[in-house]
């Protein structure tokens, strides 16, 4: 009976096991190419900016800083604050992604004389990433 007990624990553990495997994969395989686009735009503006040149950016920079070896700043919530920021820098482009749920989108519109998309990176058919070349001061 021990032994019975023993093998039909196992035979559920193996069965869990079997169909928590079988899930997962399409899950991974699906997961793959996510953020993929912070990549190739990060690439992108490394190749058309200049060292020390300060970007705008409507999400979490850490993987902009990390691609472009550039500086990034953030502008979610205080726009009146990054305004009085970059006064006196000459920012060339904005990035407004749709990882961060919490962006300021308004910041665009209100600028939007002021801004020319140039990149549009697309996670399936919807834009994941564009990026905006800006007039230098806003």
């Known amino acids: 009976r021990k032994r019975l007990g ?10 869990a096991a079997y169909s928590h495997i079988t899930w997962t994969i399409p899950l991974i395989e699906n997961k793959v190419t996510s953020y993929s686009q912070e990549r190739a735009a990060g690439e992108w503006l ?4 200049k060292e020390g040149d300060i970007l705008l950016a409507c999400s979490q920079v850490v993987p902009f800083v990390y691609y472009t070896e ?4 953030t502008y979610r919530y205080n726009t009146t ?4 920021q970059i006064k006196n ?8 992604d749709v990882y961060i749920q ?6 665009v519109v209100e600028r939007e ?3 020319t998309p140039v990149q549009v990176y697309y ?11 800006t007039k230098g001061y806003f």
């Open 89 to 96: 820098w000459s920012v060339p482009y904005l990035i407004v």
């Open 6 to 15: 023993i093998l039909v624990i196992l035979i559920i553990v193996i069965l």
């Open 46 to 49: 490394k190749e058309n900016t």
């Open 113 to 115: 004389a002021n801004l």
């Open 102 to 107: 919490d962006c300021n989108t308004n910041y």
């Open 81 to 84: 604050e990054v305004d009085e």
């Open 123 to 133: 996670e399936g058919e919807y834009p994941a990433i564009v990026i905006y070349k």
């Open 70 to 73: 550039r500086e990034v700043i």
